[in-house]
């Protein structure tokens, strides 16, 4: 029997597809509309943000729309993913890696050692990456040490319900509750809160979770 593919595996195989499928699902519509109404009280206009998870850079025009002056990042542990990012983006530094690992980590495309320093960044966005695939204990630790005093952490999450389960079998991740992630977020962060999802944009509300946390 052919053993399953890695979560890192399945996206680099399935980069063309993943934005043509998860956009017939108003997956990115929904969370981009999300994003705008999101009030994340950032200290600087100019923010430094931290995607992680960032895939071929989808989110990239909806935090420029949110934040017209940030400064952007991306992270992923895609190579296929980042280079359709880069095509695109060639101007935005990229950093591929394991966000479990920070030993992992390298610049993009050029593959050369590097790390994250303390205090660097304004906001860290996942959607829908790190509450599936990151070990909490460790991540937000490191997520907290790389955030400037003041700075936010944003996650969107998975649910653990059906839609979920059947969701972690294709991507290869079992959904750990949205009580589970905050009761992990509240040893790393002074302040944890839960974004409530609107019905209209469904079925994200069904099937996702959001959270707004505080260094």
Avoid at 24 to 49: C, G, K, V
Avoid at 70 to 93: C, N, Q, V, W
Avoid at 133 to 153: C, E, M, Q, S
Wanted: some cysteine; charged content about 15%; hydrophobic content about 40%.
């Amino acid at each position: 029997m052919t053993p399953p593919l890695s979560p890192r595996e399945l996206y680099n195989k399935r980069t063309v597809i993943y934005e043509i499928g998860m956009g017939a699902l108003r997956y990115f519509s929904t969370i981009e509309q999300f994003i705008q109404a999101t009030e994340f009280s950032l200290s600087t206009p100019q923010p430094a943000i931290l995607d992680l998870g960032c895939g071929a850079g989808t989110y990239v025009p909806w935090l420029q729309k949110k934040f017209p002056k940030a400064h952007i990042t991306g992270f992923d542990y895609a190579k296929e993913m980042l280079a359709l990012y880069h095509s695109r983006y060639p101007a935005t530094p990229l950093l591929y890696g394991n966000y479990n690992d920070p030993s992992s980590f390298q610049t993009f495309p050029d593959h050369k050692p590097t790390m994250i320093a303390p205090h660097s960044f304004d906001l860290v966005i996942s959607i829908c990456s790190l509450s599936e695939y990151g070990n909490f204990d460790d991540v937000f630790a490191w997520i907290n040490n790389i955030l400037k005093p003041g700075g936010k952490f944003f996650a969107i999450g998975i649910r653990n319900n059906w839609f979920g389960k059947m969701s972690g079998l294709y991507w290869n991740f079992r959904p750990r509750s949205q009580a589970h992630f905050v009761n992990k977020a509240e040893t790393h962060f002074s302040e944890v809160k839960t974004l409530p999802i609107a019905w209209k944009l469904f079925p994200m509300n069904v099937l996702k979770y959001a959270i707004l946390c505080s260094k």
